[in-house]
């Protein structure tokens, strides 16, 4: 090839690039936001025009209007690097560029034009944009320019916008003061429930907690794939399957927490009871179901909660607002007993104020039939199902102090349990050792507060 030919060649080449990148950036999809943002905000300012009275007001009103029409259309970004953001959410968002709009307020009804909410108040004024970006609240992806993809909408994004209330866990992640934080009252409610109903009998937060399952402490990093499996087919939010298109907007971490509220684990995590596709029988979800104790609304304050348990974000030290350390309320005697069993989450596994013996699947159980091999499986599983802790009221008129705290420091050895179906899975739950874990001076009052609850029988004893 002459020179002259690869010349030729080489510059058509050149202007079919120019065009491909001129197309794709002319019909980028951020542009008729943009465009419509500024036509707007010229619309307002040549109305001012129209109803000022000095010509020469009027006049400056004009040229700014013809000047906000005239804007370049660009991509805007926010960069933070010290959170590892690059938001770019302004570039549709143009009324939350503090370049483009420095009082951050218009009266726009509609997203993505209008002014973010509360400019006002300490969410706008003590997180300046321009520090904190806008992932670090909302996530989404950063960097995206099409509204799905931004939104995090989209295959492979682990971190969707979060919605609602949900987006009050970003509180969480910054703010060791969120419990009593004007803003994150959602997720203040979402942990304090979470407590109250022993939560963290089974699951370990920051170190605190029991181990019968998995800590939750990074259960909003946890990814997709380990989630989003065959299990997330099974949960209803509201009584519904979640639609089964767009995926990954659904099948996210925030609808996989709610998924263990707003359904019977057991029949989310079914596992394999009756042996069929593994040689030991599995027992389905050791997890209770919570459906007749939180409502949907108490299911998206946890959710709240658990969306700020990140260990992924490495939040740097200027952004983290230190809380109070935990305390123990002032309380002596049985008051203290009754905490301290709240403390620990016994709740979980006995119910609030031990007034439930929780599910334990294949575990002897009240309204159990008798055990028959004949049964049909479906029959057999409601019978296992049936299987409970201890209420411990009943039992407690059993005991004396010395003897009841020997029974809690020790626990119960999973392998002691009496199984109602005999060729079923051994029962998951068990009593944990609490030896070393809960102090002698709570012990006492603990005790104190178990003995003080036994129900008396009709003889008065
Ligand atoms: C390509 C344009 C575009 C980009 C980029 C964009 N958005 Fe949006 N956003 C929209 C539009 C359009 C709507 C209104 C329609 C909708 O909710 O889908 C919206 C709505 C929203 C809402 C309200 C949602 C609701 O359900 O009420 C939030 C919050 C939001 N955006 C945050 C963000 C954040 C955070 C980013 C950056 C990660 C971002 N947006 C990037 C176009 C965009
Ligand atoms: C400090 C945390 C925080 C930051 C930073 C933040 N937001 Fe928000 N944003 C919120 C909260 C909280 C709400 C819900 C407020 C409410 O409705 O009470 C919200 C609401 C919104 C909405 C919904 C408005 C509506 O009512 O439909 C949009 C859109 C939005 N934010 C976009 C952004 C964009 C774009 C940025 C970055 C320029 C940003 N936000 C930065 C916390 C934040
Ligand atoms: C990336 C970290 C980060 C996130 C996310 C965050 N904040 Fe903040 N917040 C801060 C920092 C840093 C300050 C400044 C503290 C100071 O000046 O002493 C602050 C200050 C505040 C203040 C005013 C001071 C105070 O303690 O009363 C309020 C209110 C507040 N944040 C509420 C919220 C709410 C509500 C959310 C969730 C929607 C939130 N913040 C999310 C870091 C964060
Ligand atoms: C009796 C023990 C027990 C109690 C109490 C309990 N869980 Fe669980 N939880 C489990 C077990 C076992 C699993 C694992 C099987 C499964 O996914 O259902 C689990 C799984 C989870 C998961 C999914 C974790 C992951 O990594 O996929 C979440 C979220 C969760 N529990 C939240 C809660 C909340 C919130 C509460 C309190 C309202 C609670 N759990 C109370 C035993 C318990
Ligand atoms: C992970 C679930 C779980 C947690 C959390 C838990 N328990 Fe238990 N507990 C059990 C089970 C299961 C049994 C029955 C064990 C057996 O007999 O096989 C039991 C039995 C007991 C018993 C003996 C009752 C009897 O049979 O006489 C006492 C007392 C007791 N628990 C107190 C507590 C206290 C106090 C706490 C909190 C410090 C607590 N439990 C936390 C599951 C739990």
Redesign the pocket.
Known sequence: MSYRKAFIVSNALLLGVFIWAFAKDFLAPWRPYQAKYYEMAGEVLDKQAASEKDPKKAADLKAAAYKVRHSPMEIKQIIVGDLGRFDRCVTCHVGMDEYTNPTLKNGFKENPYKSHPKVDEALVKAHPFTKFGCTGCHSGQGLATSVEAAHGWVKHWEKPMLKGVHIQGSCVKCHGNFETLKGAETAAKGKK??NQ???Q???MISGFGGT???A?DD?AD?PFER?AGYNFKRVRIDGKELPDEHHDSHWNIQN??LG??TND?AE??PNDPFAHLNAEPIPP????D?RSE?SREDADA?VAY?SGQTKEEQIPYRYHVPGPPAKDPALSGLAHGRYVFQKY?CA??HGIDAKLG?RRINAMGPGQEEYDEKMPEAQLFANMNKGAEPTLPDLMGTYKAAELITKIENGVPAADAKKWNPKGPLP??TMPAWKGKISKHELDDLAAWLLSIAKKDDSGF
């Open positions: 429930l979470f109903h022993g939560c009998g089974c699951h019968t399952s998995v939750l259960i946890k989630i996989w927490i263990h509220l684990p989310v995590t979800s050791g997890m209770p919570f939180l946890i658990l989450g979980g596994c929780r998951m739950v």
